[in-house]
Each structure stands twice: as C-alpha cells, then as structure tokens.
T-cell receptor, first 113, second 115 residues
Framework: NAGVTQTPKFRVLKTGQSMTLLCAQD?????MYWYRQDPGMGLRLIHY???????AKGEVPDGYNVSRLKKQNFLLGLESAAPSQTSVYFC????????????FGPGTRLTVL | AQTVTQSQPEMSVQEAETVTLSCTYD???????LFWYKQPPSRQMILVIR??????QNATENRFSVNFQKAAKSFSLKISDSQLGDTAMYFC????????????FGQGTRLTINP
C-alpha cells in the first residue's frame, strides 16, 4: 500500500496563477482532509470531505476550492495564487466512525512569488 | 471554538534523558480526544499517542506516555530514555467527538535530542 500520496512535492507559482494539488489514498478511507502548515502556527484545516461527492469548509478555506469526485482522490485548487498561500500543504485521510487516526501524506511545499 | 496551545517552541535534551512537552487546550466539550503527532525532518506526520477524555487512565506507548489532567485541560507528553530518532516537531491535537473527526493542532514544539 502506498498510503496517502500527494502530487506534486514542490511547486513555485507566480501571483495570480492557478494550480491543483492532488491527494490520493489507497486505504478505502471515507474521510479526507487538506491542511496547511505555517511556521509557528501548526497545521490548520482548509477543507475536508466525509465522503465521495461531499466537501465542507474548515478553519481557513478562503482562496481554496476542493473536489472529491472519486472516493480515493481529494483535489485542492488555488484559482488565483497569492503570496499568503505560500505554505506546506498536507493531505490526510481516515476511516469513518471514529475517532480514527488520520494518515498523512508527505506534503507539498508551495511557494507563491 | 477549540484552541490548543503549546507554550514551548523549542526544547533540547541529552540522549537518554526524560523530557516532557506541554500542551493545554480550551473547550466546552465533555467528550473529546487528544493526540500527539511527531513530524521528523522528513516532514511525515506520525501518530505517537492518543487519549480519550472519558478515560481516567493515562495512555502509554512504549517510551511515550501522557499526563492527562481533564479539569486543568492539560495534556503533556513524556518521552523516557530519549533517542536521537526522537528529534522532531511534536504537535498536540484536539478532536471533538463528532462525525467529521476534524483535528485542531497546537503550534508545535521543536525537540532536539543531543548525543
């Protein structure tokens, strides 16, 4: 099992550009999450999904959109990147009916110039 | 809203020593769960230990144990016989007892184990 994978691992964008981060899990988990990690602030929840076709806002959703068209994939989109979105992005997944451990991907380091 | 506070940005101890990382949280919930995650230089988040609020007994996983004080809303992590591989960022996290299982993280403590 690959667990939780994230694509890409690194990316540099210019202000105003768009991109999509892909998260994939092969554990048949129902729940998936996107977090961002900034120095001194820990991880903060951007969006999450409790099942295929469903998404919900987390603590810091502004500037991001998500989609979960397939159970195993959770996409995070930046329509118009801003320097404030420079961060490390983590995807996580877990079984439903918790509380269950969240399994994290390796992270994507995004720099917006 | 729940908040989690880790008041020690950095700590450093010698190998084989015991170290305690502090975590406090604020919530009006009665049922919840607490976690400690480790993030080594590889950046991979790894679950270290978890505690159910309804359990009075403190959780233990090998060299890792917690001191859970529900009334004080305190959840510290003790690492015994520390090893070089324990060098990492440690995050305390809170989860409400509700369907979405969302985690609220503290700011993290950078722990360095010196040889």
């Amino acid at each position: 099992n690959a667990g939780v994978t994230q694509t890409p691992k690194f990316r540099v964008l210019k202000t105003g550009q768009s991109m999509t981060l892909l998260c994939a899990q092969d554990m048949n988990h129902e729940y998936m999450y996107w977090y961002r990690q900034d120095p001194g602030m820990g991880l903060r929840l951007i969006h999450y999904s409790v099942g295929e076709g469903t998404t919900a806002k987390g603590e810091v959703p502004d500037g991001y959109n998500v989609s979960r068209l397939k159970k195993q994939n959770f996409l995070l989109g930046l329509e118009s990147a801003a320097p404030s979105q420079t961060s490390v992005y983590f995807c996580a997944s877990s079984y439903a009916g918790g509380p269950n451990e969240q399994f994290f991907g390796p992270g994507t380091r995004l720099t917006v110039l | 809203a729940q908040t989690v506070t880790q008041s020690q940005p950095e700590m450093s101890v010698q190998e084989a020593e015991t170290v305690t990382l502090s975590c406090t949280y604020d919530t009006s919930e009665n049922n919840y769960y607490l976690f400690w995650y480790k993030q080594p230089p590889s950046r991979q988040m790894i679950l270290v230990i978890r505690q159910e609020a309804y359990k009075q007994q403190n959780a233990t996983e090998n060299r890792f144990s917690v001191n859970f004080q529900k009334a004080a809303k305190s959840f510290s992590l003790k690492i015994s016989d520390s090893q070089l591989g324990d060098t990492a960022m440690y995050f305390c996290a809170f989860m409400k007892d509700e369907g979405a299982q969302k985690l609220v993280f503290g700011q993290g403590t950078r722990l360095t184990i010196n040889p």
